[in-house]
Nanobody, 119 residues
Framework: QVQLVESGGGLVQAGGSLRLSCTAS????????VAWFLQAPGKEREFVAR????????DYTDSVKGRFTISRDNAKNTVYLQMNNLTPEDTAVYYC????????????WGKGTLVTVSS
């Protein structure tokens, strides 16, 4: 089991920045990837970015490339999402998720943190 806790959400004006954190506990040794997803009001949850736990390889959805940066601090079991140049369209609940062990799916999820971007 892996437990995840997100933090760092809040209210920010368009053009501003926020840094989200996702701290993992439990069987962190089994983590392969950590990802961020977002769910905007009335919409499906969608992928934002992911990072490999070993090696730090990153992938992003096109809409955040050049604005968001995912990073990790393995010593702190924490993954960050630095979000710059935010727009109202980025308003959503942001979740972190983990792919662990031999499972190909995102089996562990945090409860989410709300990001609201005002115009």
């Amino acid at each position: 089991q892996v437990q995840l806790v997100e933090s760092g959400g809040g209210l920010v004006q368009a053009g501003g920045s926020l840094r989200l954190s996702c701290t993992a506990s439990g069987r962190t040794y089994s983590i392969n990837y950590v990802a961020w997803f977002l769910q905007a009001p009335g919409k499906e949850r969608e992928f934002v970015a992911r990072i490999s736990w070993v090696g730090g390889r990153t992938d992003y959805t096109d809409s955040v490339k050049g604005r968001f940066t995912i990073s990790r601090d393995n010593a702190k079991n924490t993954v960050y999402l630095q979000m710059n140049n935010l727009t109202p369209e980025d308003t959503a609940v942001y979740y972190c998720a983990v792919q662990a062990g031999t499972s190909p799916t995102w089996d562990y999820w945090g409860k989410g943190t709300l990001v609201t971007v005002s115009s």
